[in-house]
């Protein structure tokens, strides 16, 4: 069983789009993150959203976490080639246990 | 300023042989995860360790798997007698104090196995 669900699992878009990927679950979570992962490295860390509604801004990428802590979204604006990679969320209870999603592999074409 | 240390960053063993990956985690945290990701998948978790204590280890199988997070020195994940089907990205990842509400992980770039 999935507790993290994330779509789409793949995306591939021109340079300059708006994207926006979700991860989504029935479970309430005390905090969530988003990593991007490049081929043959582990997951960054980009943020991590603890309260309801919460909205992050890094840049050209806006992190939303649910009302109800059990979903978010990542958007990015006027994507970049540099932006391709797996984009995952994680999210944790008591700090005991992190909780991977299933995963978004962006491309973007120059 | 070390990161999250593993190696090897690759390793190729037969059928049958015992693989054993080890990490380093960051200075001053004491919270190790090991983890395991096929292509273009998310993360799988296998195990939680502490200094000389496995907290969780839910997702890692109950043969031939086992972890262990000595006093002095790494963490080491033991796959015996390795199959084709153990063949993956083995991810370890660190984190300092938990129960915070900042919790993050810091990973390693991982071992590469490959069993022929």
């Known amino acids: 069983t999935q507790l993290l669900e994330q779509s789409p699992q793949f995306l591939s878009i021109q340079e300059g789009e708006n994207l926006t990927v979700y991860c989504n679950s029935s479970?309430?979570?005390?905090?969530l993150q988003w990593y991007r992962q490049e081929p043959g490295e582990g997951p960054v860390l980009l943020v991590t959203v603890v309260t309801g509604g919460e909205v992050k801004k890094l840049k050209r990428l806006t992190f939303q976490f649910g009302d109800a802590r059990k979903d978010s979204s990542l958007h990015i604006t006027a994507a970049q080639p540099g932006d391709t990679g797996l984009y995952l969320c994680a999210a944790t209870n008591t700090g005991n246990q992190f909780y991977f999603g299933t995963g978004t592999s962006l491309t973007v074409i120059p | 300023n070390a990161g999250v240390m593993q190696n090897p960053r690759h390793l190729v063993r037969r059928r049958g042989q015992e693989a054993r990956l080890r990490c380093s985690p960051m200075?001053?945290?004491?919270?190790v995860y090991w983890y395991r990701q096929l292509p273009e998948e998310g993360l799988k978790f296998m195990v939680y360790l502490q200094k000389e204590n496995i907290i969780d280890e839910s997702g890692m199988p109950k043969e031939r798997f086992s972890a262990e997070f000595p006093k002095e020195g790494p963490s080491i994940l033991r796959i015996q007698q390795v199959v084709r089907g153990d063949s993956a990205a083995y991810f370890c990842a660190s984190s300092p104090v938990l129960g915070a509400t900042n919790e993050k992980l810091f990973f390693g770039s991982g071992t590469q196995l490959s069993v022929l």
């Open positions: 479970s309430v979570f005390s905090s």
């Open positions: 200075k001053g945290h004491s919270h």
